[in-house]
């Protein structure tokens, strides 16, 4: 690529003078742009949602764990520039797409807002440009969806543009692992790709995991996903047999993780949440039918998962049953809607499912979650319920206290205080039952 646009797109990246273009400024977007402005790299966010943008300029930051003040002085610098024009997408030197990739009402894959993403910047792509796909998405992607759009522009791949896929790994909540050392997997469509994706993400980010292809690295991403999905659902399963058997699981995994060797633990839950793990699987599952296969892991670890919230619901009713209640009419508060311990990101997540349920039962249902003062209707459920305060007056009142995820702003002993009967889907109250009041593991 001797004196050829990608050629000097090397150079700009080597002398570290790149401008970073980031569309969607969301989990994965946000904090991609802070490492690159870290590490003293100009970064143009580009996203559809003014609100967002907004924020932006005024220096607020829209997700818990990502500091306002970093961002106010880099936009103070304009070393961040935040914009919803996307005629502007031929300014930037590399654009990496972190748009959401979620499913349709029938479980199949919605590349909408990636091909969206992919027109724009082919109405404006430019010789030297960099495009490298983040979203999760299914092998073959990068070459089948976003090649030929950005070919229409009449440049030529891997000559005048490079193209490359390099999965995200954000671990929100995560106090070891942020984006900048988190290995990061890329690979392009070419070798010209590979490296230049390369040595664009070598500007900010620890290590790099090059592969062969642009399908190597999104079949990476997925089978990282659904490995914990399967996992997950396997440890579910063995949950609900120790029950019956009058077994404690989470005495089981402990002893089993003193296993040096050949084990990794993962914990039962109330369901599977985030915007990752029940959603990803289905990206494959979609494509592998394409070549006449079907996917039994997967399909079998989504069953048992999707059978968790049915399974709380059930071991709730017992609970009160063994008060001599019925669950028609009882009051019932569950504790934390957020999908996972202390992060304030409620997307997928259980505790919806087990709150409808509890509903169609009859049943009065409440909630607390200190990261999440207020539910908002979204597609699938039309709550508009308010986070209750936990005062002992406000525990003693309910039928059953119901956790469902087990924050670290939770007093588990004031709980058990007040609360007449609990049921644990996290082990959060392991040993902390009283003579008078029941914690029952669900
Ligand atoms: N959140 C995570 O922890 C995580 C981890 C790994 C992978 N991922 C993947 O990364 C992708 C993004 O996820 P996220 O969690 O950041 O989503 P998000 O919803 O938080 O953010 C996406 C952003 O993209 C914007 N957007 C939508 N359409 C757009 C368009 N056409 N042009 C520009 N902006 C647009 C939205 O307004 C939003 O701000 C998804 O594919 C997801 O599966 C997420």
């Known amino acids: 690529m001797t004196d050829s646009p990608l050629q000097m797109l090397a150079e700009k990246i080597s002398q570290r003078n790149v401008v970073v273009g980031v569309i969607g400024l969301g989990y994965v977007g946000l904090p991609l742009s802070l490492t690159f ?14 609100g967002k943008i907004e924020k932006l300029h ?36 590399t654009l990496i797409i ?14 909408k807002y990636v091909e969206e993403s992919t027109r724009a910047i082919a109405k404006t792509l430019r010789p030297g440009q960099l495009v490298a796909l983040e979203s999760t998405t299914y092998p073959g992607t990068t070459v089948e969806v976003l090649l030929p759009i950005l070919q229409a522009s009449g440049l030529q791949e891997e000559q005048d543009f490079a193209l490359a896929y390099s999965p995200e790994r954000e671990d929100p909540g995560n106090a070891n692992f942020d984006t900048s050392n988190i290995p990061k997997v890329v690979g392009g469509i070419g070798p010209h790709s590979t490296r230049l994706a390369q040595d664009l993400y070598e500007l ?11 399908q190597v690295a999104e079949m990476t991403k997925l089978f990282e996903n659904i490995f914990r999905s399967v996992n997950i659902a396997l440890v579910n399963e063995l949950k609900m047999l120790c029950q019956r058997m009058d077994i404690d699981v989470w005495q089981v995994i402990q002893a089993a993780a003193t296993k040096p060797f050949g084990f ?10 985030g915007h990752c793990i029940p959603i990803d699987p289905f990206y494959l599952t979609t494509k592998a039918r394409e070549y006449d296969f079907s996917t039994k892991f997967i399909e079998l670890a989504g069953e048992i998962n999707t059978a968790m919230p049915y399974y709380v619901v059930q071991r709730v009713m017992e609970a009160l ?29 259980p ?24 539910l908002r209707p979204t597609r699938k459920y039309a709550y508009t319920l308010k986070s209750v305060p936990l005062t ?22 004031f709980i058990l205080a007040h609360a007449p009967v609990i049921v644990d889907t996290r082990n959060a109250f392991s040993g902390k039952t009283t003579a008078t009041k029941q914690v029952y593991a669900a």
């Open 351 to 374: 505790s919806y499912k087990l709150m409808e349920l509890l509903r169609e039962k009859g049943a009065e249902v409440s909630y607390n979650d200190p990261h999440i003062p207020s």
């Open 321 to 349: 049953n063994e008060q001599g209640k019925s669950l028609n009419h009882a009051k019932v508060l569950v504790l934390g809607v957020a999908y996972k311990k202390n992060v304030d990101d409620d997307r997928e997540s």
């Open 204 to 214: 900010a980010l620890e290590r790099l995991v090059p592969v062969a292809s642009t």
């Open 58 to 93: 005024r220096g607020e930051s829209y997700i818990k764990h990502l500091s306002a003040d970093d961002l106010k002085g880099f936009i103070a610098d304009k070393q961040f520039e935040a914009t919803a024009d996307f005629t502007r997408l031929n300014e930037p030197d």
């Open 264 to 273: 990794m633990p993962f914990y039962p839950g109330p369901g599977l949440g």
């Open 392 to 413: 002992p007056e406000d525990l003693a009142a309910v039928d059953c206290v119901l956790l469902a995820t087990d924050h670290d702003a939770y007093d588990y002993d």
């Open 37 to 50: 402005l870290r590490k003293g790299i100009r970064v143009m966010g580009f996203d559809v949602d003014p």
């Open 98 to 111: 972190c748009v959401p990739t979620p499913l349709t009402k029938s479980r199949e894959p919605d590349l």
